[in-house]
């Protein structure tokens, strides 16, 4: 039967048999984000963006959402870099006063600023805009004009963008984030951008994950259902079965039940992707490649630091 593992790491612990299967399987590095991965696992296309925001919102069928995430940019010479996404560095009550703050300048008939139980904020549209974002996962450190939006508005998000920079520079969030010794936002980044999607192509038998952002996927559509990473076991590799996790200390499990039935020639084809500090890295393993028993152990951790 055919496995695929996505798993996203911290690899603060070394993996042994992540090791092995890297050290003898087909190696390939993927320019997919861990969640945009999953879209095109599910066969959810990019139009022209993997509508990651509107699927994380969940509220509405309809509307267009892009995720808007606070971000902190430095000044090198004479252009910004993107240092950090302070999204998660915001309290929910935070993200509520910069989300009204943003409404009282911006908001009009074709947008809002909204957020959810999880302190991510989001722009509501009314129509869909003609731009194509990057996600802050792609973002290397380089000038943000290399990953501004591009499309027949490109140019009308850019002074968006602006004034938006602007608005934040010296806002009173921000004056009390310093006074805190925290990073100010003074900027606001627009990324992932879509329409809830209206169907998937699951063509997998069952799927074992504990990610919430796999549930909010799957519950697109009522046909299939998520089993927890909790009940997946030997007797699981006889049907084609994606297991997606999020988690270090669930990773071992996982990869021993596979590695037993993978010796076993239960698991005909094993495709495993690895994320790893926004990277993506695909392992093709096949029960043949077991005798390669002459070949050097690679760690992942050394060809993350090597590539």
């Known amino acids: 039967m055919n496995t695929t593992l996505l798993c996203k790491a911290s690899l603060e612990r070394d993996h042994p048999i992540l090791d092995r299967f890297l050290t003898i399987g087909d190696v390939e590095s993927l320019n997919f984000s861990y969640e945009e ?44 870099f993107l240092e950090k996404k302070l999204t998660g560095n915001f309290t929910q009550n935070e993200i509520e006063s910069l989300c009204d703050a943003l409404n009282e ?52 998000w850019h002074a968006f963008m602006n004034e938006v920079q602007m608005f934040l520079f010296d806002h009173p969030i921000n004056q009390d984030r310093l006074r805190r010794e925290l990073l100010p936002s003074n900027s606001i980044w627009f990324s992932d951008g879509g329409v809830i999607p209206q169907v ?18 799957l519950s697109i559509d009522t046909n299939t259902s998520l089993q927890s990473l909790d009940n ?16 270090d200390g669930e990773i071992d499990h996982i990869l021993g039940v596979i590695w037993n039935n993978f010796k076993k020639r239960k698991i005909k084809n094993l495709n495993i992707y690895l994320n790893y500090q926004d990277q993506l890295l695909h392992i093709n393993n096949r029960f043949i490649q077991l005798f390669k028993v002459w070949k050097k152990t690679h760690t992942v951790k050394n060809y993350f630091n090597v590539h």
Do not use: W
């Not at 022209?48 to 509107?54: I, M, N, R, T």
């Not at 809002?112 to 509501?124: H, I, R, S, Y």
């Not at 997946?232 to 988690?247: K, W």
């Open 200 to 217: 998937i192509k699951n063509s997998y038998t069952t799927i074992f994950s504990n990610s919430e952002f796999l549930k909010k996927v």
């Open 105 to 156: 300048t911006f908001k009009d008939d074709a947008r809002a600023f909204v957020f959810n139980d999880q302190g991510q904020l989001f722009l509501e549209l009314k129509k869909q805009p003609h731009i194509k974002t990057t996600s802050i996962a792609h973002i290397k450190r380089q000038s943000i004009e290399l990953f501004m939006p591009q499309g027949n508005e490109a140019m009308t």
């Open 232 to 247: 997946f076991h030997q007797d699981d590799v006889n049907q084609d079965a994606l297991i997606a996790c999020e988690d």
């Open 37 to 80: 991965f999953l879209c095109h696992l599910l066969g959810i296309k990019p139009n022209p963006d993997y509508p990651l925001a509107s699927i994380d919102y969940q509220k509405n069928q309809t509307l267009y959402y892009l995720y808007a995430d606070p971000v902190y940019l430095s000044l090198q010479r004479d252009t910004f």
